[in-house]
């Protein structure tokens, strides 16, 4: 199995305050994805990254951003959460080169009342 | 972005039973993968099959790129394949689009 690891896998928080999740990977690959899943809607990809400090929006970027300080640690923020961000959110990784599979984390359900 | 329509949205199988799962796309890709999605919330990569067939056990894949539609089947299928199936799909290699998945059930 990939290592990957996201924390917190749950968390709980009010409308307004930021949060941040932690994808942290050992597989030392190049390519890091945040992803989230709604009923009806899928997976769909938040933010990604291609390298250190490399990082682009994804087809729902909004209310969300990035850092990738280190190969190693993707971080997705919530700059003031509010309820329509309540979701599952999913890490991936997959290797160096371009077009190649993803390996998903085990996902962090966040609710935000 | 693409668009991926995945069919049936449920299916319900007697234990031992063989399916064919379809995913369709909208444009042309350099990368389709197949995931399944288990009762515990896990995803795990299925296929990688941008084009041609791939075989795993009892599992198999055969992506038309040219007709862009991709197709997984499952045989002789097992309580333990119950879960959503879904695929995945980009023309950049990076923006990945999702389908809603499949929701499959199997009966012992």
């Known amino acids: 199995d990939a290592g990957i690891t996201q924390s917190p896998r749950h968390k709980v928080t009010e409308t307004g305050t930021p949060v941040t999740l932690r994808c942290h990977q050992t597989?030392?690959?190049?390519?890091m994805y945040w992803y989230r899943q709604d009923p009806g809607h899928g997976l769909r990809l938040i933010h990604y990254s291609y390298g250190v400090k490399d990082t682009d929006k994804g087809e729902v970027s909004d209310g969300y951003s990035v850092s990738r300080s280190k190969t190693e640690d993707f971080l997705l923020t919530l700059e003031s959460a509010t309820s329509s961000q309540t979701s599952v959110y999913f890490c991936?990784?997959?290797?160096?080169?371009?077009?190649?599979?993803?390996?998903f984390g085990d996902g962090t359900r966040l609710s935000i009342l | 972005g693409i668009q991926v329509e995945q069919s049936p949205p449920d299916l319900i199988l007697q234990e031992g039973a063989n399916s064919t799962l379809r995913c369709n796309f909208s444009?042309?890709?350099?990368?389709l993968q197949w995931f399944h999605q288990n009762p515990w919330g896990q995803l795990i990569n299925l296929f990688y099959i941008p084009s041609g067939t791939k075989q795993n056990g009892r599992l198999s894949a055969t992506t038309v790129a040219t007709e862009r539609y991709s197709l997984l089947y499952i045989s002789s299928s097992q309580t333990t394949d119950s879960g959503v199936y879904f695929c995945?799909?980009?023309?950049?290699?990076?923006?990945?689009?999702f389908g809603t998945g499949t929701s499959l059930t199997v009966i012992p």
């Open positions: 991936a990784i997959s290797p160096d080169r371009v077009g190649q599979p993803q390996h």
């Open positions: 995945a799909a980009s023309n950049t290699g990076n923006q990945f689009y």
């Open positions: 597989e030392n690959h190049r390519y």
């Open positions: 444009d042309s890709v350099n990368n």
